[in-house]
């Protein structure tokens, strides 16, 4: 299966599916329910898309060049940009469409915590300074650990600087929207992870075993891809929450007032 052929099938065909319930949706005017609606969603994605697109590159085209992962050439076009195929970089753009609307069909039909939200400040510095811990390993043992730890380590360094401000603005608001978050993350990283194992089946793309763990699902399925997958999408789930939630623009609203100064 080539990688296009991938694409088409387990991405571009979802999203399409999607596009039909959310012109559905907003024909019928179906609101989302504690979230900005309407253009405003259609801005968060392509805010994600510019995102994914730039902070992905760099970090994409380092596993390639060092051999992380790498395309079986009979399956690709042969473009390429850098190191990577121009499939990977219609991978990315593809992946936070599916996440954006898949965030937007649950925000029209998860109900809003019953509970008042109350900020607190704690729990998002509690919840930096963990990641803070857990990144300084990381780029511990990326720099300096065995090799079979290169991809694992690889994605928490480059994956988690981009959550600290994530954390820092808005995990009490996240905390309040649990179940639509888990739910956000949970089944777009279970559903790719599992087409991965197709994509690897295939030879569409490969992933080194020396640089690896070698804890794999399935017999064939790395738990470095399932790591990337769902990292991906706590990216883009908590990144569409926080845009939108109106608790996250009044938060913005206060701190904007404020000059900018003690972020509420």
Not at 34 to 45: E, P, R
Not at 47 to 73: E, K, Q, R, S
Not at 96 to 125: C, H, M, Q, S, Y
Not at 179 to 200: Q, R
């Amino acid at each position: 299966m080539t990688y296009f052929g991938f694409l088409l099938r387990f991405l571009v065909i979802p999203i399409f599916v999607f596009l039909v319930i959310t012109w559905w949706d907003n024909k019928n005017n179906r609101p989302t329910l504690g979230f900005n609606n309407g253009n405003a969603v259609w801005i968060a994605i392509l805010v994600h898309i510019v995102l994914a697109v730039v902070y992905t590159t760099p970090w994409d085209n380092y596993l390639v060049a060092t051999g992380v992962w790498y395309y079986n050439p009979d399956l690709v076009t042969g473009i390429v940009i850098g190191y990577v195929p121009i499939e990977e970089y219609t991978f990315f753009v593809l992946e936070t469409i599916l996440a954006g609307l898949w965030w937007w069909f649950l925000a029209r039909r998860i109900a809003e915590p019953a509970k008042d939200f109350k900020p607190n400040k704690a729990v998002r510095i509690v919840s930096f300074v963990i990641l803070l811990v857990l990144w300084g390993i990381f780029t511990y043992l990326f720099f300096l650990g065995s090799i079979e730890l290169t991809y694992l380590s690889i994605i928490l360094f480059w994956a988690l600087p981009a959550i600290f401000p994530q954390m820092l603005y808005g995990a009490d608001i996240l905390w309040h929207y649990r179940k639509l978050v888990f739910t956000a993350i949970f089944v777009p990283g279970l559903y790719l992870s599992l087409m991965d194992i197709i994509a690897l089946t295939d030879t569409t793309w490969s992933i080194s075993k020396e640089q690896t763990t070698g804890l794999l699902f399935f017999g064939i399925l790395p738990v470095e891809e399932v790591l990337f997958f769902f990292i991906t999408n706590v990216l883009i789930g908590f990144g569409m929450t926080l845009l939108l939630s109106r608790l996250g623009t009044k938060r913005f609203e206060d701190w904007k007032s404020n000059q900018y100064r003690g972020l509420p």
